[in-house]
Nanobody, 126 residues
Framework: QVQLVESGGGLVQPGGSLRLSCAASGFSLDYYNIGWFRQAPGKEREGVSCISSSDDGSISYADSVKGRFTMSRENAKNTVYLQLNSLKPEDTAVYYC??????????????????WGQGTQVTVSS
């Protein structure tokens, strides 16, 4: 019943864009920190972005995606988004959303999150 479901992945050419969605059911995202992570085959899971649900609503991005990716949320839809622009082949990975205990400043570390979606594949290739 408690689920996170990612969607919006696909195959795009370099320079293209995608918008990923993470829809929560069975609980409210209002009470959690939320992160986007990605993992490519043979590579370590990487924290891409996170947002705090505390009063400051701070957002953190990995240096590799700053200026290209934008995280946002729609509380009324219990959904968070990751807009991916100017995509590069090295962005190819399975992208996961995750939730963890609400703290004032989110961290892009896997061990800060305890609930995970199944992931959505993003492939950037010519």
């Amino acid at each position: 019943q408690v689920q996170l479901v990612e969607s919006g992945g696909g195959l795009v050419q370099p320079g293209g864009s995608l918008r990923l969605s993470c829809a929560a059911s069975g609980f409210s995202l209002d009470y959690y920190n939320i992160g986007w992570f990605r993992q490519a085959p043979g590579k370590e899971r990487e924290g891409v972005s996170c947002i705090s649900s505390s009063d400051d609503g701070s957002i953190s991005y990995a240096d590799s995606v700053k200026g290209r990716f934008t995280m946002s949320r729609e509380n009324a839809k219990n959904t968070v988004y990751l807009q991916l622009n100017s995509l590069k082949p090295e962005d190819t990975a399975v992208y996961y959303c995750a939730t963890g205990p609400l703290i004032s400043a989110c961290r892009r570390r896997s061990d800060q999150y305890n609930s995970w979606g199944q992931g959505t594949q993003v492939t950037v290739s010519s």
